[in-house]
């Protein structure tokens, strides 16, 4: 398969994920803490348990991808 | 991992060499499924026979995998494996003339072979391009099987072990390594609290693997005897989730078992990335992944292995156990 198709596409934006991660460390680490507490907890993991750390997570992500493109 | 069918007859040049190992001829095996009626029907299981992995859909991976231009980058866990596989046939002090390497695919495994005996002299080699489950040779025809990191996507391993036994000579050995046990927990578990955090459930990423304990069971029903099963920790560490996937992509170790789910949303990506760096991370900021390689050999009957002993024929008591710590009467000066 040559040219662009989705598959290209969607690996060359694969590519940048690293990089734009790398800013963003301090709230991954919140978000990671968020749900490593849960499995030791006695509360079982359910959906958006931390629904907010995760917003800060991909706020700052999308705006990393912004500078990015910029 | 080798692409497309190909019939190549490799002949060594020059005499083959003089080593412990004597001269050896090789077969090498990659895997492709044959259309046999009961495997392109649905995905429950028929009958006796497991039906877990769309092995149509795995030649097609490793197709791919073995196209890439850079592919080499990919080799490390196969070249690793393969020496330590081929460790354990320079351990076994015998000569095998003839040998049957399963998906063997760039031939790590003759490659550490040929460098020991430090001569640049090629194994003669025949491709074949076959099914593992369908192996296409005649009764007790190899002295040697070996086999590294390609069992693990059979669908029906009983019935693969029984015929691996029945193209050994008696007296041959089987000396396999295959992923199994807690082979990428992290990125199994990440995955699995991402998903479960983000969409509210989760569906299996990582194929399901075979169990150490399950090893011994396998093997001794498919009729070896002498078993050897130990268990290897390899842990390779890699800079982020995205970087152990692609790893995984071009070892053509892609997952394709018919459960898996082919989505995977950009949220739970980016989530797993942040569980994965905070659960198990390093402190350089590098993501470790285990890969559990089970070693197993196991050889086929013959007359000349040592058999266990028959009841009743113990010559020595345990009562005697107490009077070993106590010195003999013997003359001292």
């Known amino acids: 398969m040559s040219g662009s198709n989705a598959w290209t596409r969607s690996r060359e934006r694969m590519r940048l994920f690293p990089e734009l991660f790398a800013q963003c460390a301090g709230e991954a680490a919140t978000y990671g803490r968020c749900v490593a507490a849960t499995t030791t907890g006695r509360q079982e993991l359910r959906k958006d348990m931390c629904a907010k750390e995760f917003e800060a997570l991909k706020t700052c992500f999308t705006n990393a991808a912004k500078r990015k493109a910029k | ?333």
């Open chain 2, 1 to 333: 991992m080798s692409s497309g069918v190909c019939l190549r007859v490799l002949r060594a040049a020059g005499s083959p060499p003089a080593a412990s190992s004597g001269s050896w001829s090789r077969v090498r095996l990659p895997a492709d499924p044959r259309h046999a009626p009961r495997r392109g029907l649905s995905a429950s299981g028929r009958g006796g026979t497991m039906n877990v992995f769309n092995r149509e859909m795995k030649k097609k991976q490793k197709e791919w995998a073995a196209s890439l231009r850079d592919g080499d980058q990919f080799d490390y866990l196969r070249d690793e494996v393969g020496g330590r596989v081929a460790d354990r046939v320079y351990d076994i002090v015998r000569t095998f003339p003839l040998a049957l390497d399963i998906g063997g695919g760039k031939s790590h495994i003759a490659g550490h072979l040929s460098k020991k005996q430090s001569r640049r002299s090629e194994i003669p080699t025949h491709r074949l391009l076959a099914d593992e489950e369908f192996l296409p040779f005649k009764e007790n025809t190899f002295d040697l099987v070996v086999s590294s990191l390609s069992l693990h996507w059979i669908n029906d391993l009983p019935g693969a072990l029984r015929q691996i036994q029945q193209v050994l000579k008696p007296d041959g050995v089987f000396i396999g390594a295959m992923v199994g046990g807690e082979t990428l927990y992290e990125l199994r578990c990440s995955l699995q609290l991402a998903e479960t955090e983000r969409e509210g459930g989760f569906s299996p990423h990582v194929s399901p693997y075979t169990a150490v304990t399950d090893l011994g069971n396998l093997l001794g029903r498919a009729g070896f005897s002498m078993l050897t099963v130990d268990v290897d920790d390899v842990q390779v560490n890699y800079p982020g989730i995205i970087e152990v996937m692609t790893d995984l992509q071009g070892m053509g170790e892609s997952n394709c078992a018919w459960n898996r789910k082919s989505l995977l949303h950009r949220d739970t990506i980016l989530a797993a990335e942040a569980i994965y760096k905070e659960m198990y991370g390093n402190e350089d900021g590098s993501i470790p992944a285990t890969f559990e390689i089970l070693y197993m050999i196991g050889w086929k009957p013959h007359e000349s292995q040592a058999k266990p002993a028959k009841r009743g024929s113990a010559n020595v008591s345990f009562g005697d156990l107490s009077k070993i710590s106590q010195p003999t009467n013997t003359n001292t000066s």
